[in-house]
């Protein structure tokens, strides 16, 4: 069964820019959540989303967005991005949001 | 007060011993509790869950939750230097709520 799918696995980017990263949940999974994770900062909440709804959202400012389909792939979106963007980007899936959650292996976004 | 607390470490312990792992919890209403072990630059791993109040053994590794008290921990039997990882706590408030809220990390060191 392959596991939680996250393109692209690099990204480098420049102060301003925009970016959209992709994550495949496990097959079946219907709840996907993404954490961004810094060295000084551990694993921060982003966003929850289940059956395309957006169940609950972290302390993030708008710039961070989100979304998920039908087929229960998530993308989130950051705009305008800043230095303090650079992070590993990690989105978790599970089959609903009460079950324990499976990582992927991570987008690692660098802003130059 | 964190809603998750974890010691940051490093706790160092020589191969073969116990390692044991604490977390606390400040939501009562919690209503699982799942530990992940991530190695440096890679993605968090679920190595165990536990939902009851009691131990639970999967291997080398036991988890034990005491809910009257809102503590977790898990105990790493036969160290082992492939064990030196950070370990996180992570909490299930319940449905309605977000998913999960990690810890920020125990960091491990087994010496060989």
Redesign the interface.
């Known amino acids: 069964k392959a596991g939680v799918t996250q393109t692209p696995r690099y990204l480098i980017k420049t102060r301003g820019q925009q970016v959209t990263l992709s994550c495949s949940p496990i097959s079946g999974h219907r709840?996907v959540?993404w954490?961004q994770q810094t060295p000084g900062q551990?694993?921060q909440?982003l966003f929850?989303y289940f059956s395309e709804t957006q169940?609950?959202k972290?302390n993030f400012p708008g710039r961070f967005s989100g979304r998920q389909f039908s087929n229960s792939r998530s993308e989130m979106n950051v705009s305008t991005l800043e230095l303090g963007d650079s992070a590993?980007y990690?989105c978790?899936s599970?089959l609903d949001?009460?079950q324990?959650?499976?990582?992927?292996?991570?987008t690692r976004l660098s802003i130059l | 007060q964190k809603e998750v607390e974890q010691n940051s470490g490093p706790l160092s312990v020589p191969e073969g011993a116990i390692a044991s792992l604490n977390c606390t919890y400040s939501d009562r209403v919690s209503?699982?509790f799942?530990w992940?072990r991530q190695y440096s630059g890679?993605?968090?791993?679920?190595i165990m869950?536990i939902y009851s109040n009691g131990d639970k053994e999967d291997g080398r590794f036991t988890a034990q939750l005491n809910k009257a008290s809102q503590y977790v921990s898990l105990l790493i039997r036969d160290s082992q230097p492939s064990d030196s990882a950070t370990y996180?706590c992570?909490v299930?408030r319940?449905?309605?709520?977000?998913?999960?809220?990690?810890g920020?990390?125990t960091r491990l060191q087994v010496q060989p």
């Open positions: 709840s959540s954490y551990g694993l909440f929850e169940r609950n972290g590993l990690l978790a599970s949001p009460d324990p959650q499976h990582f992927g292996d991570g | 209503q699982s799942f992940y890679k993605s968090p791993e679920l869950s996180l992570a299930n319940g449905t309605g709520r977000r998913a999960l809220t990690f920020s990390g």
